[in-house]
């Protein structure tokens, strides 16, 4: 891999003085279903875009999504869980576990949505494919890229529809990697999906956050011939920003970045700023345009409450700017909040990224380990530490979270390589959870509960996903037989690829249809496309999550990359015990 990164490195050096670090795909290449374009290495690939983004206001995309009639959810049953029991477990692990005990705590988990503007390259499409022949990063299939959003609006849709105080969290954990190449576009477009979601969202930045193409730092050299719609975020500040709920700026400099407007402060407070609210306890679902949950009796203290998806729960950088400014804080915070039967839990969330330095691999300052020492040693029931990188590449981060695991439950949140893994590391668990793009595209819903016999914590993984008409069945037949789910179609043959990808041909054809329709086309007066949504009705949201989601399968079936669903089921559907 270190060979690999070296001969990426030196294509980006030698070409650096030829082309700017982000590009766009030649006018030339126009292609449909049946006329993929096909590169020196035979792969296949469709440069597809959505008609609908073309709009002056890009959020009335994201709202036409999320005004669909919604999707129904599909998750994983507790007795199916599977225990996995670490090396030094006291007892084994019951089947009553999963079910048994109070809960303590419940957090949604999702990680690398990677919006893709899909017209962006790297440096120009020639480079990109090359490098992307060396390092599964700078391409994917143009099906994935196009619907994207459309995958994580179907996700937020998902968590929007849980009902029952059985599965409802207390809030959702995302753990980096909104963007994708780390243009402004990308990061507007997460933001404006991210307003539908009903619960908090406590955020950790990831690499691609604040570098383009999770790699070069806006200050090495970028965008200078590409145009404003390519300018990247590339830096922890200017991603921030686009946290803010202050609406009154935009622009396209260093200072001001556009923020979308499809939600009011007074909603977004009202959805996202009391972590002490304690929503898992309430049998409906949460609603759409909530009173201010502030008002609620004893909610929202001022330690609880955050306007800028966690990051200003710590000092800000600078006391003469407004805390509503979220570029103002640091990038890692930490709160402590009342659990479930008498219980506290500590939140705590790492930036890992590199600050001074350009590439991929984590960092971890003094600084933030000093603070991270300080915060471990105030008194919680459990502590739930979140990060992008994986425990293991943060520098000197193992030996800090071990050392706190010997008196008190604590549980390590990861993501990066896309890979689904839950793995004992000593002293703790650490829970790794795949890519909202890449297949299988799942959730994790994670609980915390506090056995009545032993005192024990156990946690809970199961996947949470949207369910999708093709992906449960396909309709096809493969070698005269009824395909089974997409899901396990990486367990065929190779002999049954042909057919795979003439059926392949057929749905991305439905998929051209639905990038193509007209953004104006729903005026009143004027009678919709039947997919199309209006006053809640339409199935625009399921068909494009759809078409994100064969995407995505395709990229992982041709030529064959990345994690089987079989295989991250075993990881993520299980019980494991957390306690010290």
């Not at 126009?30 to 206001?57: C, H, N, Q």
């Not at 669909?68 to 599977?82: F, K, N, W």
């Not at 957090?107 to 949505?113: A, E, N, Q």
């Not at 965008?223 to 500040?237: I, L, N, Q, W």
Request: hydrophobic share 35%; glycine share 6%.
């Amino acid at each position: 891999m270190k060979k690999t990164w070296m001969l990426v490195a030196a294509v980006v050096l030698t070409c650096g003085a030829c082309y700017s670090w982000i590009g766009r795909y030649p006018d030339s290449i126009r292609t449909k279903a049946k006329s993929p374009y096909v590169d020196g290495w035979g792969r296949r690939y469709w440069f597809v875009a959505v008609k609908m983004l073309d709009v002056p206001v890009r959020e009335k995309y994201a709202d036409e999504l999320s005004d669909c009639e919604p999707v129904t959810l599909a998750i994983t049953p507790r007795r199916d869980l599977r225990a996995m029991n670490r090396p030094d477990q006291p007892r084994p692990i019951l089947t009553s576990d999963p079910v048994e005990g109070d809960l303590v705590f419940r957090v949604g988990f999702i990680s690398d949505v990677h919006i893709r503007q899909p017209s962006v390259k790297l440096f120009n499409d020639k480079v990109s494919r090359f490098g992307d022949n060396l390092i599964n990063s700078f391409e994917r299939n143009g099906y994935e890229e196009a619907f994207g959003n459309a995958v994580y609006a179907a996700t937020i849709d998902a968590f929007n529809q849980l009902a029952s105080k059985d599965d409802k969290p207390r809030l959702v954990i995302n753990t980096g990697d909104a963007t994708d190449a780390g243009t402004i576009e990308e990061a507007y477009d997460f933001v404006a999906l991210s307003h539908h979601l009903r619960y908090p969202m406590l955020y950790a930045i990831g690499n691609h956050d604040d570098a383009i193409f999770g790699n070069y730092k806006k200050w090495i050299g970028y965008t200078k011939d590409s145009g404003p719609a390519f300018y990247p975020v590339g830096e922890r500040a200017r991603f921030l920003k686009f946290f803010n709920q202050t609406r009154d700026i935009a622009g396209f400099d260093d200072s001001l970045v556009p923020l979308p407007d499809n939600f009011p402060d007074g909603q977004l407070s009202a959805r996202w700023a009391a972590l002490d609210l304690a929503r898992e306890n309430d049998d409906h679902v949460e609603a759409a345009k909530p009173p201010d949950s502030c008002k609620s009796p004893g909610a929202c203290l001022p330690k609880h409450k955050t306007r800028c998806n966690g990051f200003d729960l710590n000092e800000p950088l600078s006391t003469e700017r407004s805390k509503d400014f979220c570029d103002n804080f640091p990038g890692y915070y930490a709160d402590t909040v009342p659990g479930d039967s008498g219980t506290t839990v500590q939140l705590i969330s790492l930036n890992t990224t590199r600050e001074l330095s350009w590439g991929q691999g984590a960092d971890f300052p003094q600084k933030q380990r000093d603070w991270l020492e300080r915060t471990l040693r105030e008194p919680a029931t459990v502590t739930i530490v979140f990060m992008h990188h994986r425990p293991r590449e943060v520098p000197g981060l193992m030996k800090v979270l071990n050392d706190a695991a010997v008196t008190r439950p604590l549980i390590a949140l990861s993501a990066h390589d896309h890979s689904f893994s839950t793995a004992w590391l000593g002293r703790f668990w650490e829970l790794n959870t795949g890519s909202i793009e890449e297949f299988p595209q799942w959730a994790r819903l994670l609980e915390i509960r506090r056995a009545k016999d032993n005192n024990r914590f156990y946690l809970n993984s199961r996947i949470l996903r949207p369910r999708l008409p093709l992906r449960e069945n396909p309709g096809a037949t493969i070698g005269g037989k009824p395909a089974p789910g997409l899901d396990s179609w990486d367990q065929l043959p190779p002999e049954a690829k042909p057919e795979m990808e003439a059926w392949f041909e057929q749905q991305f054809d439905r998929c051209d249809a639905i990038a193509a329709l007209d953004p104006k086309q729903c005026k009143p007066g004027v009678r919709c496309n039947p997919i199309r949504c209006k006053d809640g009705a339409g199935t625009l949201l399921l068909e494009s999550a759809q078409c994100g989601y064969l995407g995505a399968l395709y990229d992982h079936l041709f030529p064959g990359r990345g994690q089987a669903a079989i295989d991250a089921a075993v990881q993520v559907q299980v019980t494991i015990d957390i306690s010290p």
